[in-house]
C-alpha cells in the first residue's frame, strides 16, 4: 500500500468523491511504473512461500478473510454506500455476502477442484497422464468502478486460494473502498505483501500488465479491454477479460407477467443500472407487450431515488461516475430523437449528487443506439416484437453477448431459447443472480470478453495446468522409435486401418 495519501501533492493524488453528495472522501496516489513494478516485486517475493503450502492450508487462511469481513461488514457497507453510491441492500447482498459467500465455497471445494487430475489414455494402455496445477505467480487484477468490492475481492480470493501473489490495481473512481478490503486482509492475518494495491488511473493499470506479472484478470470496458489484450499479447502474459454487456429480456407471450415485471425492473435500476448484466433492451412479444410495460412502469414509479450515505432508506442510488451520467442522458435524448416515448423518468435526478431517474422507454427499435450501445445507467428500453424468433433474432444482432434473460412459464421452451441466444450465461425466469453463485462460470462470448471468472474453470485458469505423462508398464523400447523398419510400417497402418478405419461389421 501506498503512503498516506492525504500528505500528498495534488499532482500525484487522486480525489475520491462520494457520488450522492459531490463530497470529496479522500485521496490515494497515483503510482507510477517504479512503485508499480516495486509492489508486484514484493508480492512475488511472498508468493515464494505462500505457492508452497497445500491448496487446504491457503484455504484455512483465506476463510479468515470472511470471518474478518463478516465482522467488520458494516464498516465496509457505509463505505461502499459512500464511495460507490450504493444502497445499503445492495452493498450487503451484492457485495459483501458475495465474496463472503465465495471464500467459503472456494475454501470448502478448492482442495478437490485442484487435486491431481488423472487422463486416462485411450490407446497408450502402458502409460498413464495426469495433470496437476501450479500457482502462476503473481496475478494482476485490474477493475472497474461499478462492484468494487465484489469483483476484485472475489478474484483475489481465488487466486490466493490457487496459489498466487495478487497486485490489484482498483478504479480510480473506487480506490478507497480497495484499500479498507486490504485493511481487512491485514487484519485476517494473511501474508501482508501477498497481496498488493496500487492505486492510479488507466496508466497504472498499463504499469501492472508490465511489471512482469503472470497473468491479468481484467475487468472493464470493451476499449479498454483491447488495450489490455493487446498489452498482455505483447508480453505472452494470459488474461481472463470481463468486459461490457447489453443483456436482452426476451418476454414470451406464456410469462409470469408479474415475476417478469418485477424481474425486469430490479435488474434494469439495481445498482443504478451499472451492472454489466443490467437488463439493457426488452424484447416483449405483441400479445403481452402491454401488460409488462404497465407493470413495469408502475413498478418504476413506485421507487425511491437518493443518496444512501445521508442514512435515508432508498431503491436507487447515485451513480458512481460522473462522465457515465452523461453517457445515460445521451443515449435517451437520442432514442427519444428517434421515435422513443419515455414512460417514466428520463432525466437526472437529484442534485447535487450524480443521479439519473430510472427510465422506461418504449417504442425502441433496434437501430437505436440505446438498444445497440451499452448503456450502464438505470435505463429500460422496450421493444415490441411479433413473437419469440424475432426477440431471438434482435438479442443475438449485438457485438456484445455476457449475459441474456427469457421469461417463460415453459422449461422446456425456456431452455430452448436460451440456448439459441449468444450469451455467457442465459438465465431463465430471473436476472443477474448467478453472479453470486461462484460455482458457475461467469464470462461472455463475442466482444464481452475472453475466459471465465468464478467456478473451477475461473479457478483452474489461475493456476498453470501442467501435464505429467509416466509409465505403468516398463518395455524396452516403443515401437515407433528407431531405426525405421518397413515391417514397422505395414504392422503400424494394418493397425491403423483396423483401430480408425470403417468397423469390420460396417465394411
Ligand atoms: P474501464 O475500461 O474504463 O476501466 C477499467 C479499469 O481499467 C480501471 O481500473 C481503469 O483505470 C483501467 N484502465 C484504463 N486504461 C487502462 C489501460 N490502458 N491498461 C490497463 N488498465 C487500464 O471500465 P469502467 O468504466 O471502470 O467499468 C465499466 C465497464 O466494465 C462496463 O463496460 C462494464 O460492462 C464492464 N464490466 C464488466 C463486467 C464483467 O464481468 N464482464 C463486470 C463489471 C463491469
Redesign the pocket.
Known amino acids: 500500500m501506498g503512503a498516506a495519501a492525504t500528505d500528498l501533492p495534488a499532482a500525484d493524488t487522486i480525489t475520491s468523491i462520494n457520488p450522492g453528495t459531490g463530497q470529496p472522501l479522500g485521496q490515494v496516489p497515483d503510482m507510477g511504473p517504479s512503485e508499480v513494478r516495486a509492489a508486484v516485486d514484493r508480492a512475488r517475493a511472498a508468493q515464494r512461500e505462500w505457492g508452497q503450502l497445500t491448496v487446504d492450508a491457503r484455504c484455512k487462511r483465506v476463510t479468515r478473510f470472511a470471518e474478518v469481513l463478516m465482522e467488520r461488514s458494516d464498516e465496509v457497507i457505509d463505505l461502499l454506500v459512500a464511495e460507490g453510491g450504493k444502497t445499503r441492500l445492495e452493498a450487503l447482498g451484492m457485495e459483501v455476502i458475495v465474496v463472503a459467500d465465495l471464500v467459503r465455497y472456494f475454501a470448502k471445494h478448492a482442495p478437490a477442484m485442484l487435486a491431481p487430475e488423472r487422463v486416462p489414455l485411450h490407446l497408450l494402455k502402458h502409460r498413464a497422464s495426469y495433470l496437476h496445477f501450479v500457482p502462476r505467480g503473481v496475478v494482476g487484477i485490474?477493475?472497474?468502478?461499478?462492484?468494487p468490492f465484489s469483483?476484485p475481492l472475489g478474484e483475489t480470493m481465488m487466486a490466493l486460494i490457487a496459489g498466487n501473489g495478487v497486485v490489484l490495481?482498483?478504479?480510480?473512481?473506487t480506490p478507497l473502498i480497495a484499500r479498507k478490503a486490504h485493511e481487512l486482509y491485514v487484519a485476517a492475518g494473511l501474508p501482508p505483501e501477498l497481496f498488493q494495491v496500487v492505486t492510479?488511473?488507466?496508466?497504472?493499470?498499463?504499469a501492472?500488465?508490465d511489471a512482469g506479472i503472470d497473468y491479468c484478470v481484467?475487468?472493464?470496458?470493451?476499449?479498454?479491454?483491447r488495450?489490455?489484450a493487446a498489452?498482455c499479447g505483447e508480453r505472452l502474459i494470459p488474461c481472463t477479460l470481463?468486459?461490457?454487456?447489453k443483456a436482452p429480456a426476451v418476454v414470451c407471450a406464456d410469462a409470469d407477467l408479474d415475476r417478469a415485471a418485477q424481474a425486469i425492473t430490479w435488474g434494469g435500476f439495481a445498482n443504478s443500472g451499472?451492472?454489466?448484466?443490467s437488463v439493457e433492451r426488452v424484447y416483449a412479444v405483441d400479445a403481452v407487450h402491454d401488460a409488462l410495460v404497465e407493470k413495469i412502469v408502475a413498478h418504476a414509479r413506485a421507487l425511491r431515488q437518493g443518496d444512501a450515505s445521508s442514512g435515508a432508506e432508498v431503491d436507487v442510488g447515485a451513480m458512481a461516475?460522473d462522465r457515465?451520467v452523461e453517457t445515460v442522458e445521451r443515449l435517451v435524448t437520442s432514442a427519444v430523437a428517434a421515435g422513443a416515448k419515455v414512460e417514466v423518468g428520463g432525466a437526472r435526478g437529484p442534485a447535487p449528487g450524480q443521479f439519473f431517474q430510472p427510465t422506461v422507454l418504449t417504442g425502441c427499435r433496434q437501430d437505436m443506439d440505446v438498444m445497440r450501445k451499452?448503456i450502464?445507467g438505470p435505463v429500460i428500453p422496450i421493444m415490441r416484437v411479433a413473437d419469440e424468433g424475432e426477440a431471438v433474432r434482435h438479442a443475438n444482432d449485438s457485438h456484445l453477448g455476457?449475459l441474456a434473460y427469457v421469461f417463460t412459464r415453459d422449461r422446456e421452451r425456456g431452455n430452448r431459447l436460451a440456448e439459441q441466444i449468444e450469451a455467457g450465461t442465459v438465465m431463465v425466469n430471473d436476472v443477474l443472480a448467478t453472479?453470486a453463485c461462484p460455482e458457475t462460470p461467469?464470462?461472455?462470448v463475442k466482444q464481452?470478453?475472453i475466459g471465465r471468472?468464478h467456478s473451477s474453470i475461473g479457478l483452474r485458469d489461475l493456476s498453470e495446468t501442467r501435464h505429467v505423462n509416466h509409465d505403468r508398464v516398463a518395455l524396452p523400447r516403443e515401437v515407433w522409435w528407431y531405426p525405421y523398419k518397413s515391417s514397422t510400417f505395414r504392422a503400424l497402418s494394418r493397425g491403423a486401418k483396423l483401430l480408425f478405419g470403417k468397423r469390420f461389421w460396417q465394411r
Open positions: 485490474v477493475a472497474p468502478w461499478n462492484f469483483i490495481k482498483p478504479s480510480e473512481v492510479g488511473r488507466g496508466a497504472t493499470g498499463a501492472l500488465i481484467f475487468t472493464g470496458s470493451v476499449a479498454t479491454g488495450k489490455v498489452a470481463e468486459l461490457g454487456g451499472q451492472v454489466c448484466a461516475w457515465q451499452e450502464f455476457l453472479y461467469w464470462g461472455g464481452s470478453g471468472t
